[in-house]
């Protein structure tokens, strides 16, 4: 029997990109004889004729399958759908914006039968990115892996291959807020990297805004590491620290009858304020980890599917 291929594309609101995407990947995978395939779209939550557009697709072909949220669930819970309803026996993740260029798979492919478990795309260049996103990007993969206990690959998204015994160690996994990327280093087994140049959107605005892109950041951050809240332990060690050095101003004040402290005023406010700051910042990291352990601990789903279409589960 021929090995299976799955293509998973997620997509929000990408109504001017899908058929590009799939007139341009249908291509490259008709071009691979010796491989069945799939590709599974999950439309997470659009609101344009995203769906609409996707479900005319799967009506004409069966290798198109479509999983639709109930809604907006974000970009991690639906490629994490898009693998747990995949069949084949590499899964190939990918945008739907042809950031990635699909031509590239029959490379991650060969890579993968030379008998490679996860095959990752780093991205050698970024064509039509904003300076702003790719400063911040740059920074937080490194910021990353000075705190990460794992090694995660610079420079690289959620587009890459995965060997299906790969995938099935990855979707039993329960843990919310996913941050993809990291766990598919964390879970070892043979890794290699493919570099490719990556491209400007074929149409449309970014599906991720500021804040989407802090979330994952914050996910990426806190799955993968536990170093801010050793931060605390600093801030607390730093605290003390100072005020021993205010002591010893006070001190030394009083011995050598300096006449500055009288007032007082200026350095309790400023201890004070200080304090306060330092306790704050405590106080949010904690809420930041908090915040995931309730998640985790209400074990509501990470997605919800209203519709499958050419999926029977
Ligand atoms: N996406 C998604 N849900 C979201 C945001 C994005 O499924 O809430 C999809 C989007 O349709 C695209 C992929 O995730 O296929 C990457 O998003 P985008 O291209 O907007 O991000 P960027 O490349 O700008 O980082
Ligand atoms: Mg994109």
């Not at 998640?295 to 279409?309: G, L």
Request: aromatic letters at 12%; hydrophobic letters at 40%; proline letters at 3%.
């Amino acid at each position: 029997m021929k090995q299976k291929i799955s293509v998973i594309a997620p997509c929000y609101n990408e109504e001017e990109v899908v058929d590009k995407f799939y007139d341009r990947m249908s291509k490259v995978l008709k071009g691979f004889t010796d491989y069945d395939y799939e590709m599974i779209f999950v439309n997470d939550g659009s609101k344009d004729d995203t769906l609409d557009m996707l479900v005319d697709l799967a009506n004409k072909d069966e290798n198109v399958k479509v999983v639709s949220f109930s809604r907006n669930f974000g970009h991690q819970a639906a490629v994490t759908a898009g693998m747990r309803n995949s069949t084949g026996d590499a899964v190939v993740i990918i945008d739907v914006d042809l950031q990635d260029p699909p031509e590239t798979i029959g490379d991650m492919v060969n890579l993968w039968k030379e008998g490679n478990d996860v095959v990752y795309a780093v991205r050698k260049t970024r064509e039509g990115e904003s300076k702003f996103k790719l400063m911040t990007a740059k920074a937080f993969y490194r910021l990353l892996n000075k705190l990460s206990d794992v090694y995660i690959p610079l420079d690289t998204g959620d587009f890459r291959l995965i060997d299906r015994k790969v995938v099935d160690v990855i979707c039993a996994m329960p843990e919310h807020n996913k941050f993809l990327r990291g766990l598919g280093s964390w879970v070892g087994f043979k890794q290699i990297p493919y570099e490719y140049d990556r491209k400007q959107r074929a149409a449309g605005k970014t599906k991720y805004p500021l804040k989407k892109m802090l979330k994952l950041a914050l996910d990426g951050m806190i799955s993968f590491s536990t170093k801010p809240l050793k931060i605390i332990a600093g801030l607390g060690i730093f605290n003390i620290i100072l005020s021993f050095a205010i002591l010893v101003y006070a001190l030394c004040s009083y011995i050598f009858d300096l006449n500055t402290l009288m007032p007082g005023w200026t350095s309790i406010m400023v201890t004070m304020t200080f304090m306060f700051g330092m306790l704050f910042i405590a106080i949010w990291i904690l809420a930041e980890y908090i915040s995931r352990i309730y998640d985790e601990a209400r074990k509501r789903p990470e997605y919800i599917i209203r519709d499958r279409y050419n999926i029977d589960k």
